[in-house]
T-cell receptor, first 111, second 110 residues
Framework: SQTIHQWPATLVQPVGSPLSLECTVE??????LYWYRQAAGRGLQLLFY??????ISSEVPQNLSASRPQDRQFILSSKKLLLSDSGFYLC??????????FGPGTRLTVT | QKEVEQNSGPLSVPEGAIASLNCTYS??????FFWYRQYSGKSPELIMF????GDKEDGRFTAQLNKASQYVSLLIRDSQPSDSATYLC??????????FGKGTSLLVTP
């Protein structure tokens, strides 16, 4: 069966610091991968998605970036965090069909 | 702007009753519809998806879709306290993105 991992689970970072969140999927190959953010009082917002290695599409312009260095690895990064970057970051995967399955998430607090 | 609307709740139902959760969407071209359950502090869990008009049943859950009215609902029969969570409606219109509603909080009281 498929398993999706995210780390770290929680993170507290000062404004202006860099960020790297990692997501890996096991038990499948060539998944579509997604990064979402869930901010307090707001719905889930798609940030990036990838249909293959090195292929990244951005849905929302901001100071975040994503990379997919391996088939089942998806990384979310920032060079300088803003207070508004605080939130619950969720990685999701899909097998090519529309259903998306979420990882456990990373709760980021920017201070 | 592709919008997905849900009543934020909380919706309170007694244990054993039927909980009815509703969602409307703005994009008439939407093709795929999903219900996720999210416990406090946890990530969303996919519990139902439906692509065609009508009803789809899975255990105690029934998803209902009416594309003409741009309406999708989730019925939970024999509600249990463990069903208490926030239920997120998601709609896929085109491309890969799912558009999510803000969720309805459900409280099942013993």
């Amino acid at each position: 069966s498929q398993t999706i991992h995210q780390w770290p689970a929680t993170l507290v970072q000062p404004v202006g610091s860099p960020l790297s969140l990692e997501c890996t999927v096991e038990g499948t190959s060539n998944p579509n991968l997604y990064w979402y953010r869930q901010a307090a009082g707001r719905g889930l917002q798609l940030l990036f998605y990838s249909v293959g290695i090195g292929q990244i599409s951005s849905e929302v312009p901001q100071n975040l970036s994503a990379s997919r260095p391996q088939d089942r690895q998806f990384i979310l990064s920032s060079k300088k965090l803003l207070l508004s970057d605080s939130g619950f970051y969720l990685c999701a995967w899909s097998p090519g069909s529309p259903e998306q399955y979420f990882g456990p998430g990373t709760r980021l607090t920017v201070t | 702007q592709k919008e997905v609307e849900q009543n934020s709740g909380p919706l309170s139902v007694p244990e054993g009753a039927i909980a009815s959760l509703n969602c409307t969407y703005s994009d008439r071209g939407s093709q795929s519809f999903f219900w996720y359950r999210q416990y406090s502090g946890k990530s969303p869990e996919l519990i139902m998806f439906i692509y065609s008009n009508g009803d789809k049943e899975d255990g105690r859950f029934t998803a209902q879709l009416n594309k003409a009215s741009q309406y999708v609902s989730l019925l939970i029969r024999d509600s249990q306290p463990s069903d208490s969570a926030t239920y997120l409606c998601a709609v896929r219109s085109s491309g890969y993105a799912l558009n999510f509603g803000k969720g309805t909080s459900l409280l099942v009281t013993p």
